[in-house]
């Protein structure tokens, strides 16, 4: 075949079984007196799966062969390179202190990428009985297969293996866990992808990001030039204006069909089949992770930050599946104060102007990453088994759990008020006749951040919103100020009273931390949390309604968890608007069956208006647990 003349002489391959040539680098200082290149052979091989395709591998191992150790796995869509002998890949961040401690090191390009035979599919389905044939397979069969070929293939191996990845490859360390193989005793899903209709990357609650979506896929969703070829010879992306303005870009694109007339011309798999299933059908059923994580026989440590802009909803909902469907599988769940996958290096003592005191990735890293696969790996250390670890911001304090969501917390249910007032005083019967109001524009769309930026912003899930106070599309309710410290843990319902001119509508709900006069950052708006609803999957994903309109209706919600304290004085306040942009796509206002196929025409102005008998609900915590001890080598303060 063309692809191994393409690249015998790069690789020095012999077969898809026999190693490419081991070869060391010169020595590097990595950290201390340690040097990966000096103390590990990188060798690379085709690992046969049961269907025949083989998948490129490169294995790191120790020069040190005076103990068996075990391997440490990640499974990637996104390249394993280098791919030339004596080039290495220098491990950075959350792998260096494993690699000091001695771990043989495995990556691997998925089924489809890159190096690795087959075809690729995005959130390939899992194939729940993958003993009917020989030829079935799924992200699950070929991560046991590779184990399987490890254990016997790899010399000075202690039998035993542990998964993890970030994003996508937390979506391959999750899958890794289904039907697992004996061998297999820990994943680790971080910022695991699960589910993408409703809550990660691509849609939150049948909204499309927009913002993300398309320059990724741009590039990320090309196919091979030759597809019987593997190796890096991708179709380049199309070429797209690099500005610093997104709001503009995204405004002046129109309708979400220009995406595919102007830069995707029908190339990319993963959106013609987005168009397809604009609402929660058997294609995206098949590719929600969480239904199919059964019979996993490993323990488990999902981690995820509080402000992960792209996969915040995955680690909650996977690891509320393992408990649900394996009750005896040990299953933990880290939350932190993080962005996607900031965990994973550096110290996050703040995010963004927020200031934590705490170096937390370093926390994280040296007490519960490294020790979870220590102890299951190698049987060293006495680590604690917790249940569930997070961050609780405001307080800034790192708490355990004995269950997500903690038990003994209450409903703190604020109502939308008269004169924009949020309250926790029941409403009269006549309140559901009172409204506030604002018009709704798809051509002045609420912009998702005060400044002028290209990229997604990071920090827009910590961002002061007085920009979009100060806007007639927002409306804005504040409770009085707190007589006590208030924290809520666990997941915030959005209950919304509305009525509008249109008959299609989103809305996003904010809840908000008001810092009161006299603080160093008076009159700080800081957003807590927020989530998006595309109405017409109120009362059904999988079948869209569209609003009469006029007519008074219920969109209820949930904005997902948080675990945050509301100082004493402080004052919560709840934002109610209909367009975040562009990091949401605008939704029409009026109904059509399909958005992604909406024409300029169906983009009509609405007044929206919000009933006083709407509500926000959040989980006041009743008792709060001890801080956990923190050494002093990780504080700022």
């Known amino acids: 075949m063309s692809f191994a003349r393409r690249i015998l002489p790069i690789l020095a391959l012999i077969t898809g079984l026999v190693a490419c040539g081991s070869v060391v680098a010169n020595a590097q ?29 490169t294995v790191y191992a120790p020069k040190d062969q005076s103990q068996k150790l ?118 680790s899903p971080e910022a695991p992808v699960s589910d993408w209709f409703i809550g990660d990357d691509d849609h939150h609650n049948g909204a499309l990001f927009l913002l993300d979506y398309v320059r990724f896929f741009n590039g990320f969703g090309r196919e091979r030039i030759d ?56 294609f995206w059923k098949a590719r929600t992770l969480p239904d199919h994580l059964k019979n996993i026989k490993c323990a488990v440590m999902t981690v995820g930050g509080w402000y992960d802009a792209e996969d915040k909803y995955g680690p909650f909902a996977d690891f509320a599946a393992i408990n649900k469907f394996n009750p005896n599988t040990y299953n933990s769940l880290v939350i932190g104060p993080w962005p996607h996958g900031g965990w994973a290096g550096g110290d996050f003592a703040n995010f963004g102007d927020e200031q934590f005191g705490v170096k937390t990735g370093a926390y994280y890293r040296d007490n519960l990453f490294k020790p979870f696969f220590d102890f299951y790996l190698k049987d060293k250390g006495d680590y604690a088994k917790p249940k569930v670890t997070v961050f609780t911001t405001g307080s800034n304090q790192f708490w355990r759990f004995n269950e997500w969501p903690p038990a003994g917390t209450t409903p ?172 949401v796509d605008r939704n029409p206002q009026t109904f059509v069956p399909n958005i992604y196929k909406a024409d300029e025409k169906d983009f009509q102005k609405a007044t929206i208006k919000i009933y006083h008998n709407s509500s926000v609900v959040l989980p006041k915590l009743t008792h709060l647990p001890d801080a956990l001890p923190v050494d002093a080598k990780y504080i700022t303060r």
Do not use: C
């Not at 200082?29 to 998948?55: H, Q």
């Not at 297969?145 to 990845?165: E, F, H, M, Q, Y």
């Not at 989103?506 to 800081?526: C, H, M, N, T, W």
């Open 227 to 282: 597809k019987n070829q593997v190796g890096t010879n991708y179709k380049p992306g199309a070429p797209m204006a690099n500005d610093n303005d997104a709001y503009k870009f995204y405004l002046d694109l129109g309708p979400l069909k220009n995406v595919d007339a102007r830069y995707y011309h029908g190339e990319i798999k993963h959106w013609n089949d987005v168009q397809n299933h604009p609402n929660l059908d058997a």
């Open 29 to 57: 200082t990595s950290t201390g007196t340690f040097s990966f290149r000096s103390s590990y052979t990188r060798s690379s091989f085709y690992i046969p799966m049961r269907d025949g395709v083989r998948l490129f591998t």
């Open 70 to 187: 075990p391997f440490i796995i990640t499974r990637t869509p996104y390249a394993v390179a280098p791919y030339a002998p004596g080039d290495f890949s220098e491990p950075r961040g959350i792998m260096v202190k494993m690699l000091e401690e001695g771990y043989i090191l495995v990556q691997q390009d998925v089924r489809g990428r890159y190096y690795s035979e087959g075809e690729f599919e995005d959130i390939r389905p899992v194939i729940a009985d993958t003993k009917s044939g020989k030829g079935v397979v799924d992200e699950s069969t070929d991560t046991y297969d590779t184990i399987d070929w490890l254990v016997k293939s790899i010399p000075n191996n202690n039998g035993r293996a542990g998964v993890w990845g970030i994003s996508y490859p937390g979506y391959y360390a999750a899958a890794a866990g289904v039907n697992s193989h004996p061998a297999l005793r820990a994943i």
């Open 412 to 583: 703190l249910t604020l109502t939308l008020g008269a004169n924009h007032s949020l309250s926790t005083t029941a409403p009269a019967a006549s309140a559901a006749a009172e409204s506030d109001s604002y018009v709704s524009d798809p051509a002045n769309p609420v912009p998702y951040i005060a400044k002028t930026q290209g990229g997604r912003r990071n920090e827009y899930l910590n961002d002061d919103q007085r920009f979009a106070y100060a806007r007639p599309d927002v409306l804005s309710y504040t409770s009085e100020p707190l007589s006590e410290d208030t924290t809520v843990a666990g997941e915030i319902k959005a209950d919304l009273k509305i009525s509008t001119t249109g008959s299609d509508a989103d809305f996003i709900v904010k809840v908000i931390d008001v810092y009161p006069d006299g603080s160093e950052s008076a009159g700080l708006q800081r957003l807590v949390r927020a989530e998006v609803m595309r109405a017409r999957f109120r009362n059904s994903y999988s079948k869209p309604e569209p609003f009469t309109p006029g007519k008074v209706t219920r969109v209820a919600y949930n904005l997902h968890d948080v675990s945050h304290t509301f100082k004493k004085g402080h004052r919560i306040m709840v934002q109610v608007q209909s367009s975040w942009f562009p990091l």
